[in-house]
């Protein structure tokens, strides 16, 4: 029962996440909907985690080479996700008020990415692997 709760959790911040993503866009003063894009970073920032965790055997409890460049490339990607509505409103393409919504439904949306780890990354009988 505690997985069911935390899953509703999860999905419950993830929504909120989304929701300030797209008022940072939809929202009439500021109308554009480049700041969208960060759905890519969404989507690719959990991918070298799950290829790590695949890959490397855990059988070694020191540093694994595999494991840290799978972190490197996601801090890459979190970095990224939140360069990119900077780089929009410096350039005037999207407002600063948008910048900060999409910003914060960043935080939400990685920090709910990190708790689905943190809840569903053990090996123990429920977990993200049996998906």
Do not use: H
């Not at 909120?16 to 939809?26: D, K, S, V």
């Not at 690719?44 to 059988?59: G, W």
């Not at 780890?117 to 053990?122: A, E, I, L, M």
Request: charged share 10%; proline share 3%; with cysteine.
């Amino acid at each position: 029962m505690a997985g069911i709760k935390a899953l509703v959790g999860l999905s419950f911040s993830g929504a909120i996440g989304l929701t300030f993503l797209l008022l940072g866009c939809a929202l009439e003063q500021y109308g554009v909907y480049w700041p969208l894009f960060v759905l890519i970073f969404y989507i690719l920032s959990p991918i070298p985690t799950f290829i790590s965790r695949r890959v490397s055997d855990d059988t070694d409890s020191s540093s694994n080479a595999c494991r840290e460049l799978a972190y490197f490339l996601t801090t890459g990607i979190v970095v990224s996700s939140f360069g990119l509505p900077i780089v929009l409103a410096r350039n005037s393409t999207i407002q600063w008020g948008a910048c900060g919504l999409v910003m914060t439904g960043n935080a939400v949306i990685f920090l709910t990415i990190l708790g689905f780890f943190v809840v569903f990354g053990g090996g123990d009988d429920f977990s993200w692997e049996q998906w």
